[in-house]
């Protein structure tokens, strides 16, 4: 059993993260920003890849219901 290793004091200077990916729809793209409430840079990515196939369905069910800020599909996640 792998034990977690302590957050470092940047990690827990930089706070929560987000991610920005795009998603497509018919021949368009739109952009999308992912706010997590990860400590650090590294994991925002991981977790996007990680849990990507959910993520996708949440941002295409925001932008079909056109809730979007600013042009930007923004979705928060704990």
């Keep these: 059993m792998r034990i977690a290793a302590k957050s470092t004091e940047q990690e ?3 706070g929560p993260q987000a ?3 795009q998603i497509a729809n018919g021949n368009a793209r739109h952009h999308c920003i992912l706010q997590t409430a990860l400590s650090t ?3 925002a990515p991981k977790y996007l890849l ?3 196939p959910v993520i ?3 941002a295409c069910d925001a932008l079909s219901a056109g809730n ?3 042009g930007q599909v923004k979705l ?3």
């Design 41 to 43: 840079k590294a994991l």
């Design 19 to 21: 991610v920005s990916f």
């Design 50 to 52: 990680a849990n990507w």
């Design 12 to 14: 827990t200077v930089e």
């Design 56 to 58: 996708e369905k949440m």
């Design 68 to 70: 979007l800020e600013d």
């Design 76 to 78: 928060v996640v704990a």
